[in-house]
């Protein structure tokens, strides 16, 4: 079965840095887009990034553009999120989400169990 294993979230101080790794099993990992959503505490879900399949095409929210480096290694079947620059807003749990097309929509269809990240300030 699908399955998706978040490792790296801890503790930080603001301006540090953490490195997210995901790693993945169960599917031909290098056919999917893969994705980094975020929950802060209190609010609700919020995407982060997002690479193509062969790790080229990159992608963004606004707030992290400049601080977060999203990429993929398909021969290790695992994705990071390299998080430098960490602000206090960033504190949230850090979830690894497989994204499936069906129908003509696009789901978030598998997530991992997160891991948390704490930017103390």
């Known amino acids: 079965q699908v399955q998706l294993v978040e490792s790296g979230g801890g503790l930080v101080q603001s301006g540090g840095s953490l490195r997210l790794s995901c790693a993945a099993s169960g599917f031909t990992f290098n056919t999917y887009w893969i994705h980094w959503v975020r929950q802060a505490p209190g609010k609700g879900l919020e995407w982060v990034s997002s690479v193509n399949t062969g790790g080229a095409g990159t992608f963004y929210t606004d707030s992290v553009k400049g601080r977060f480096t999203i990429s993929r290694d398909n021969a290790k079947n695992t994705l990071y999120l390299q998080m430098n620059s960490l602000k206090s807003e960033d504190t949230a749990l850090y979830y690894c989400?497989?994204?499936?097309?069906?129908?003509?929509?696009?789901?978030?269809?598998?997530w991992g169990q997160g891991t948390q990240v704490t930017v103390s300030s």
């Open positions: 989400v497989r994204g499936t097309s069906y129908s003509g929509m696009y789901y978030y269809s598998n």
